[in-house]
């Protein structure tokens, strides 16, 4: 695996590739790397030539400084995990190469897309998101980004982004990576117990009951007994919310056109963790 920690290396590099008709698929990373990110990695090497992955705990994108602080860094073990899963470059640059001094940010309209669920408990973290993302899709160029499901407003945004800057790359969405119990696959969740680990399979059992009862319950009433059944002592629920995955504001009927996602966040442990299904 190539290893870039500066732009124009990296850019040099990709230029001549690109010149003899090669495609790069991207997965932009904050490391810490576990299953989810890996098959990124995977859908990725099996629709590209070369699979460049970076990892880059962005500053910008943490409202809470200690978040950004206890953020974990495994830097040998995410580089062992990368070389085993093949990956073809790694790049891992410092703070002053993707903010240099002469950095000129871009303004997007989001549509609101940033002013619900986590826009609403995260202020500022979706301008940090997008100003990362541009900037690494402004250095890679890649044919193909690929992002998680797991964070479903961050990559409805990063779509109305890619739309609003005509940005020439096509957005792949992956599945869900989970632990057997359920859980959402997290860097955050090396921070929980093995305690905490094994009760937060709650949201996904949330989750997935609450999409069956909703052939008897409509989205606000579903959403009141859903929050109800994350009222553990251990958990606080921040928000548990059925959006219109288009728009991301709240349903009040059922509607498949719609394609109905439900989205919750819990505290647990001090971990904030994230997680979303279709209901449809
Ligand atoms: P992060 O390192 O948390 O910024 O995540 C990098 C990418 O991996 C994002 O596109 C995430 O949505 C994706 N990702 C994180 N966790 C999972 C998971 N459990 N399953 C699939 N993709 C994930």
Redesign the pocket.
């Known amino acids: 695996m190539l290893i870039f920690t500066k732009v124009d290396a990296l850019q040099s590099w990709i230029s001549i590739e690109k010149n003899h008709g090669k495609t790069i698929g991207f997965v932009?990373?904050?490391?810490a790397l576990h299953t989810?990110?890996i098959?990124?990695i995977e859908v990725s090497k099996s629709a590209n030539d070369y699979t460049l992955c970076s990892i880059f705990v962005n500053p910008t994108q943490f409202n809470d400084p200690s978040d950004l602080a206890k953020y974990p860094r495994p830097f040998d073990t995410d580089v062992q995990l990368l070389v085993q899963a093949s990956t073809d470059i790694l790049f891992y640059p410092p703070v002053d190469e993707i903010y240099p001094a002469d950095f000129k940010d871009v303004e997007v309209d989001l549509n609101g897309l940033d002013q619900v669920m986590e826009g609403i408990h995260r202020p500022g973290h979706f301008a940090g998101v997008v100003k990362v993302v541009n900037r690494l899709l402004d250095i890679v160029k890649p044919h193909k980004l690929y992002?998680?499901?797991?964070?479903f407003q961050?990559?409805t945004i990063i779509r109305q982004m890619i739309q609003y800057l005509q940005l020439p790359v096509k957005l792949e969405v992956?599945?869900?990576?989970?632990e057997k119990n359920g859980l959402?696959?997290?860097?955050r969740n090396t921070r929980l117990s093995k305690e905490g680990r094994e009760l937060a399979g709650l949201i996904y059992q949330v989750l997935m009951e609450g999409k069956k009862l909703k052939i008897s319950l409509g989205p606000q009433e579903l959403v009141n007994h859903c929050l109800q059944k994350l009222q553990i002592p251990a958990f606080t629920p921040e928000y548990f919310s059925i959006v219109d995955s288009s728009t991301l504001l709240p349903i009040e009927t059922w509607d498949a056109a719609v394609r109905p996602v439900a989205c919750v966040a819990v505290w647990l442990e001090g971990v904030r963790l994230i997680d979303n299904e279709y209901y449809d």
Do not use: E
């Open positions: 932009p990373t904050m490391g989810g990110h098959s990124l992002m998680g499901q797991k964070d961050q990559f992956c599945p869900i990576a989970r959402a696959m997290s860097s």
